[in-house]
């Protein structure tokens, strides 16, 4: 059971270190829709752009909508977008379960999942559950691209 304080301390830890955007860009995204129908690649597109807009609102529906058609995506991208972008508009169980469907074998994507799971947990006040995917991130390559050592100094 976790304390008032820890709870908040981890509301303020998310909101300090949630960012939608991913830390890569977005240029290797617009590639994705190469391989898709016309009308998927088209819905993927937008949710793109809108997200590179920030307009979150609008990119988790484009997103919502193309794994509706998409529910096993070639490639994790998309369900991260989709992830990040039901973050930052509040859908934090949504968001969790696309990143719960990342598969860690994709390096980028999967350390970015990683990233985004310690900052919900830490969000609901699991501090144990974040500092092991915090754990994951740090021995991760990709991993060096987020502030881990920085977070994990100040759960601790």
Same mark, same amino acid.
């Given at each position: 059971?976790?304390?008032?304080? =820890?709870?908040?301390?981890?509301?303020?830890?998310? =909101? %300090?270190?949630? %960012?939608?955007?991913?830390?890569?860009?977005?240029?290797?995204?617009?590639?994705?829709?190469?391989?898709?129908?016309?009308?998927?690649?088209?819905?993927?597109?937008?949710?793109?752009?809108?997200?590179?807009?920030?307009?979150?609102?609008?990119?988790?529906?484009?997103?919502?909508?193309?794994? %509706?058609?998409?529910? =096993?995506?070639?490639?994790?991208?998309?369900?991260?977008?989709?992830?990040?972008?039901?973050?930052?508009?509040?859908?934090?169980?949504?968001?969790?379960?696309?990143?719960?469907?990342?598969?860690?074998?994709?390096? =980028?994507?999967?350390?970015?999942?990683?990233?985004?799971?310690?900052?919900?947990?830490?969000?609901?006040?699991?501090?144990?559950?974040?500092?092991? %995917?915090?754990?994951?991130?740090?021995?991760?390559?990709?991993? +060096?691209?987020?502030?881990?050592? +920085?977070?994990?100094?100040?759960? +601790?």
């Amino acid at each position: 059971m976790t304390t008032y304080g =820890e709870s908040d301390g981890g509301v303020l830890l998310f =909101e %300090e270190y949630f %960012e939608a955007k991913p830390v890569y860009g977005y240029g290797i995204r617009r590639s994705l829709a190469a391989d898709l129908s016309d009308t998927d690649a088209s819905i993927l597109r937008q949710g793109i752009s809108y997200h590179q807009q920030a307009d979150y609102d609008l990119a988790i529906v484009s997103f919502r909508a193309f794994l %509706e058609s998409n529910p =096993e995506p070639a490639d994790d991208q998309p369900l991260l977008l989709a992830a990040t972008a039901a973050i930052a508009t509040g859908h934090y169980a949504e968001g969790m379960d696309y990143l719960d469907e990342i598969t860690e074998d994709d390096l =980028e994507t999967g350390t970015a999942a990683n990233w985004h799971q310690a900052l919900l947990h830490l969000r609901k006040g699991n501090n144990a559950a974040a500092l092991a %995917e915090l754990q994951r991130v740090k021995q991760a390559r990709a991993g +060096r691209a987020y502030p881990t050592a +920085r977070l994990l100094e100040a759960i +601790r």
